[in-house]
């Protein structure tokens, strides 16, 4: 076999893990400033669970779990099974809730090995721990999923009494937890039809029948990051917060609730200037033509990093506190701005498109709303291509790539909520 002539290793600003073209900074100690703002919301009997799913929404599941600690969250929730694994892998010992329904053998297997909690939602998928740990000799923690009006995941809510109770008779299971999910507990008072409430009452029906049969229910919970803003009747022994984790409230109704920091930016860079008369048409369609003499700024940024392709001609950028338009069609590695208000903006220069610099500010939100989704949707939809560094670092300094560790995988951490 032939030796590859390109066998030196790359150099690291060779790979793209720094401020070289376009970055995501994500600023953990708002992280743990979020947690603690919940954590005050919510009170001495209420834990945290801060969801990571999604790589911490686009923000770095390891470093947002280990801010969120700092913060006073004492457990996570994942949607995968793999992003479960990464948490134990990078040394975290805290209690992991697979939010995400597990179906197959070797997947509750891995749970078992790596001590996270599985979520079931029928005795089929109990009975697989149940001979899993048996076999194994080890306890399995799980916790029981119950559908009230979501129409999801979940088991039937009626059947929880049941359900609790055979539970109940397996000698080699722990039941850590019943939880359930609110499908509009962001809804505004003109909105709300009252699901939230009937689905609240569903859930206490099931926590009344268990405490008349002297049955444990673990765990109890229901409240997102809506809910948890909400009131604190979602409370419960528990809440499961994402999106205000991050900094962002879930409606524009809830957003005084709590102090909330937004974690993360997203810069570029601009990497040629030109100047064009009035009727160039510029990008792909010559969707947007320029109407006057125009100095015109690239961007080495575009759809395949996560900038929705919809947001053309509908964004602006920061640079210096001032809104540059963006103008043509977004295109997957680059954007083009109007940069005829900004006579100092250079190649070279850092641009900012989600944000803040002085009094000027784009969020999520901002996007979303001209893209018809939601704020939920922005955050996870940046790619990794995008180095996640430290926001706490100058633009133009080295790369702070977000702090990972890794650990013993058989590490033994706590399995409870």
């Known amino acids: 076999m032939a030796r590859s002539r390109f066998a030196p290793q790359p150099e690291p600003h060779e790979t793209g893990h720094s401020r070289q073209r376009a970055w995501v900074e994500v600023n953990t100690s708002a992280i743990s400033a979020n947690a603690r703002a919940i954590c005050g919301l919510i009170g001495e009997r209420t834990s945290l669970m801060a969801v990571v799913k999604a790589d911490g929404y686009g923000h770095g599941a390891v470093a947002v779990a280990r801010a969120a600690l700092g913060g006073g969250a004492t457990s996570f929730g994942v949607a995968t099974l793999?992003?479960?694994?990464?948490?134990?892998?990078?040394?975290?010992?805290?209690?992991?809730?697979?939010?995400?329904?597990?179906?197959?053998?070797?997947?509750?297997?891995?749970?078992?090995?790596?001590?996270?909690?599985?979520?079931?939602?029928?005795?089929?998928?109990?009975?697989?721990?149940?001979?899993?740990?048996?076999?194994?000799?080890?306890?399995?923690?799980?916790?029981?999923?119950?559908?009230?009006?979501?129409?999801?995941?979940?088991?039937?809510?009626?059947?929880?009494?049941?359900?609790v109770a055979a539970l109940r008779e397996l000698d080699a299971i722990q039941l850590a937890g019943l939880y359930t999910h609110l499908a509009w507990a962001d809804a505004s008072h003109s909105e709300d039809n009252g699901l939230t409430q009937l689905q609240q009452q569903r859930f206490e029906q099931v926590l009344t029948s268990l405490r008349i049969q002297g049955l444990a229910a673990g765990c109890r919970h229901l409240a997102n990051s809506a809910a948890t803003l909400r009131h604190r009747q979602h409370h419960f022994d528990l809440v499961r917060v994402g999106l205000a984790l991050y900094g962002h409230p879930p409606a524009p109704h809830l957003a005084g609730s709590v102090a909330l920091e937004p974690a993360m930016q997203v810069h570029a860079r601009v990497t040629l200037i030109r100047s064009v008369p009035a009727g160039v048409g510029v990008s792909y369609g010559h969707r947007y033509r320029t109407t006057a003499p125009t100095r015109l700024a690239v961007v080495a940024i575009g759809y395949a990093d996560g900038v929705p392709r919809q947001l053309s001609n509908r964004m602006d950028v920061l640079y210096e506190g001032l809104r540059l338009p963006q103008v043509g069609s977004i295109t997957m590695d680059q954007l083009v701005i109007d940069a005829s208000g900004a006579p100092g903006l250079e190649i070279g220069a850092v641009v900012t498109l989600l944000g803040r610099q002085g009094q000027a500010q784009i969020t999520p939100a901002d996007w979303s709303a001209r893209c018809d989704t939601i704020a939920w949707e922005v955050l996870c939809g940046f790619k990794h291509r995008l180095p996640r560094l430290d926001g706490g670092a100058e633009p133009g300094d080295g790369p702070e790539p977000a702090a990972a560790a890794t650990a013993d995988p058989q590490g033994d951490g706590p399995t409870g909520c």
């Open 82 to 163: 793999a992003e479960g694994v990464e948490l134990r892998a990078a040394g975290i010992e805290a209690p992991v809730l697979v939010l995400g329904n597990l179906t197959q053998v070797e997947e509750l297997r891995s749970c078992l090995r790596w001590e996270l909690m599985p979520t079931i939602s029928n005795m089929r998928e109990a009975l697989l721990c149940q001979n899993l740990a048996s076999s194994s000799g080890r306890p399995m923690a799980l916790q029981l999923k119950l559908d009230t009006g979501m129409a999801r995941l979940g088991a039937d809510w009626e059947e929880g009494p049941r359900l």
